[in-house]
T-cell receptor
């Protein structure tokens, strides 16, 4: 079955809007990361967050491991936030992450 | 800049050929991971090396092989290339904390 499910698959925003991206996973987590893949294909680390909440500027993330989900918040979005956001998690004794299919974000000026 | 380097950035080759992709991990990272990203399959884990030894294998075809050298750089060898092997190939490295950092990728086009 699907181990990592991301929603929504696509999101279009006006610059300045806020958004929440969700990552649901089907079992326990020992390693969870959020990445941003920019339009040039580069994968950029956003958060390493197997549990708890972290903030970095306009971005923040929360993982609730007991309820098997993680959220990525983007506030005051900018056109440079466009791209695909991936959630990747590992579980059990393996630290090999499984990636979700991503959320494709377009921010219009 | 993640500190992980990959070469070449782009590679165009023909079916049946063999290519080698190279990755240098971040300073101090012992683990190297290889991933393939294609439009239909998303990001797929291929193989992991830790300090020169193969640690885990994912969906890696038999035509593909990898190794990690004593200086910790890694190479991914792709042989008997097919059109469907066209993809972005990423290398990532990690320290003991397991947070992975990705290189810029190699875009492979098989014609």
């Amino acid at each position: 079955g699907i181990q990592v499910e991301q929603s929504p698959p696509d999101l279009i925003l006006q610059e300045g809007a806020n958004s929440t991206l969700r990552c649901n996973f089907s079992d326990s987590v020992n390693n969870l990361q959020w990445f941003h893949q920019n339009p040039w294909g580069q994968l950029i680390n956003l958060f390493y967050i197997p549990s708890g909440t972290k903030q970095n500027g306009r971005l923040s993330a929360t993982t609730v491991a007991t309820e098997r989900y993680s959220l990525l918040y983007i506030s005051s979005s900018q056109t440079t936030d466009s791209g695909v956001y991936f959630c990747a998690k590992a579980s059990g004794g393996s630290y090999i992450p499984t990636f979700g299919r991503g959320t494709s974000l377009i921010v219009h000026p | 800049d993640s500190g992980v380097t990959q070469t070449p950035k782009h590679l165009i080759t023909a079916t049946g050929q063999r290519v080698t992709l190279r990755c240098s991990p971040r300073s101090g990272d012992l683990s190297v991971y290889w991933y393939q990203q294609s439009l239909d399959q998303g990001l797929q884990f291929l193989i992991q090396y830790y300090n020169g030894e193969e640690r885990a294998k994912g969906n890696i075809l038999e035509r593909f092989s990898a190794q990690q050298f004593p200086d910790l750089h890694s190479e991914l060898n792709l042989s008997s290339l097919e059109l469907g092997d066209s993809a972005l190939y990423f290398c990532a490295s990690a320290s003991t904390g397991n947070e992975q950092f990705f290189g810029p990728g190699t875009r492979l086009t098989v014609l």
